[in-house]
C-alpha cells in the first residue's frame, strides 16, 4: 500500500469529531485504499485496538440484495462495549436506505464513521436530510502527476519529470495500473475495465437505461471534445446528422448521468465582464485522460486537450474552484479560485509562433487585477516572465507548491 499523504493526512485531522467523513469518486480512484491508510494510522498513531475498527464493502456479493434494517442490525451488532467504534463503509450507495443508517448509528451511539460513494446520490438531497451540517465530504481523485511518479518509483526508475510527463498523459493515474510495470495494452484493458463497470453498473443499471447505443455514442462524442466547448444541443445535433435521433434532453439526462458517476467534470464559463456565470457552452473534463484513450484508442493529435484536462484535475485537487473565463476577445483556459486566492491559467502544447505566444498572453493581459497568471507549456525551454505572466513547464506546474 503506497500512502497518499494528499487524503490521509486531511481526513485524519476530523478523527474524533462528530462529522461524518464521506469520500466520494470515481470508481477505483483510490478511496478504498484510502481507508485502509486511516485505519493503519488508527493503529499505530492512536494506538486503536483492531477490535474497535469495523471495515464493511457493499459492493462484495456478501451484502448484494441487503435491507436497510439489516444493515443496521449487523453494525450495530459489531460495535464495541469497550469504547468508540471506527466505523469503514466502503460503497454504501449499493444498500438502499443506507442514509437512515448512517444517521441512526452516528445519533444514537458512540462512533466515528467514514463511508465512501461512487456516485454522487452519496451528496444528494436524502443525505443532506438526514445528515445535515454533521458530514464532511473528501473528493478523491486519481493520482497526481507527484502522486503517479512516487508510485512509479517503487517498480521502475523514474525519468526527468518533464519526460515522465509523456507517459503521465499516455497512461493517466488510475491507481491500479501504476502497481508495477504494465504494458500501454494492459494499462487500457484496466482502465477500460473501470470504464465498463462504472458505465454498467452506476448508469445503465442504476437508471434502467434501455438504448445503451445511444448513450455510448453520447459518451464517445463528449470523450472526444475534452476542453472544447459544447452544448446538449450541439450532441443531439451532430447524432442527428449520423441519423441517430435523440433529443436535447435526453443528452442532457446522459451528461448528468455521466457527471453524478463522476466519469465527467462539467467545467462552467465565467463572463469576466459581466461577473457571472454562463449557462451555454460548458466544457467537460474526464476523471482520468486514461480513459479516453481505453475507450477511443491512443491519439498524439489529443495530447493538448489531455495535457488542459491534466492541469484542470490538479487544480481541482488542490481545492480550486474552477470556471473557464470568458473574456471580451476570446477565452482564458482556466479561472482557479479557492477563498480569497485566485489565478489564471493558459494551457497550450507548444509555443510555436509569435501568434500563437500573442493569442496566449493578449488573453491574460486583458485582466486587470494582481492576481497570478500563468501560461503553461511544455517548450522545453519554458520559464521566466512576459508583463507580470509566469510561464511554466507543464510539468514544473503539476509539482510545484507555489499555487
Known amino acids: 500500500m503506497i500512502y497518499r499523504p494528499l487524503y490521509a493526512d486531511k481526513i485524519m485531522a476530523y478523527v474524533d469529531t462528530p462529522f461524518v467523513k464521506i469520500l466520494t469518486g470515481v470508481r477505483r480512484c483510490g478511496k478504498s485504499t484510502v481507508l485502509k491508510m486511516i485505519m493503519e494510522k488508527l493503529k499505530t498513531e492512536r494506538n486503536i485496538p483492531e477490535g474497535r475498527i469495523i471495515s464493511c464493502r457493499y459492493d462484495s456479493m456478501e451484502y448484494e440484495d441487503m435491507t436497510a434494517k439489516q444493515m443496521y442490525a449487523q453494525l450495530k451488532g459489531q460495535l464495541s462495549n469497550a469504547g468508540k467504534t471506527y466505523l469503514f463503509l466502503d460503497e454504501v450507495q449499493e444498500v438502499k436506505g443506507w442514509e437512515k443508517v ?3 448509528l452516528a445519533s444514537d451511539f458512540d462512533v466515528d464513521l467514514y463511508i465512501t460513494g461512487s456516485n454522487s446520490r452519496m451528496m444528494s438531497s436524502e443525505i443532506s436530510t438526514y445528515l445535515t451540517g ?12 507527484g502522486e503517479y511518479l512516487m ?30 510495470a504494465y504494458s500501454q495494452d494492459e494499462i487500457y484493458t484496466i482502465v477500460r475495465d473501470i470504464y465498463h463497470s462504472t458505465i454498467f453498473s452506476d ?12 448513450l455510448e455514442r453520447v459518451v464517445k462524442y463528449t470523450f472526444n471534445n475534452v476542453g472544447n466547448t459544447f452544448s446538449a444541443k450541439s450532441i443531439a445535433d451532430y ?6 435521433a435523440i433529443d436535447n434532453e435526453t443528452v442532457y439526462s446522459y451528461l448528468e448521468k455521466l457527471e453524478k458517476a ?3 467534470h462539467r467545467c462552467a464559463r ?10 451555454t457552452q460548458e466544457k467537460f ?52 479560485a479557492r477563498q480569497n486566492e485566485k489565478l489564471y491559467v493558459q494551457v497550450t502544447q507548444e509555443i510555436r509562433s509569435e501568434k500563437t505566444e500573442k493569442r496566449e498572453y493578449d488573453r491574460l493581459l486583458e485582466i486587470h487585477d494582481n492576481y497570478p497568471k500563468y501560461v503553461l507549456t511544455t517548450d522545453a525551454f519554458a520559464g521566466g516572465n512576459y508583463e507580470g505572466i509566469k510561464t511554466m513547464h507543464i510539468a514544473d506546474f503539476l509539482l510545484s507548491t507555489e499555487y
Open 239 to 244: 447524432l442527428k446528422s449520423e441519423r441517430r
Open 203 to 214: 448508469i445503465i443499471k442504476r437508471n434502467q437505461i434501455r438504448k445503451i447505443d445511444q
Open 270 to 279: 465565467y463572463d469576466l465582464q459581466g461577473k457571472e456565470i454562463l449557462k
Open 134 to 145: 454533521r458530514y464532511i465530504s473528501f473528493r478523491i481523485f486519481t493520482l497526481s502527476f
Open 262 to 264: 463522476y466519469l465527467l
Open 151 to 180: 508510485f512509479k518509483e517503487n517498480y521502475a526508475t523514474v525519468g526527468d519529470p518533464r519526460t515522465e510527463l509523456a507517459n503521465y498523459v499516455r497512461f493517466g493515474g488510475f491507481p491500479a495500473t501504476h502497481l508495477q
Open 102 to 104: 448512517i444517521n441512526s
Open 285 to 336: 473534463y474526464l476523471a482520468d485522460v486514461a480513459l479516453r484513450y481505453s475507450v477511443l484508442g491512443y491519439n498524439e493529435d489529443s495530447a493538448a486537450s489531455s495535457l488542459e484536462n491534466i492541469v484542470y484535475l490538479e487544480l481541482c485537487r488542490r481545492g480550486y474552484t474552477v470556471n473557464v473565463g470568458k473574456t471580451r476577445e476570446g477565452e482564458i483556459d482556466f479561472i482557479a
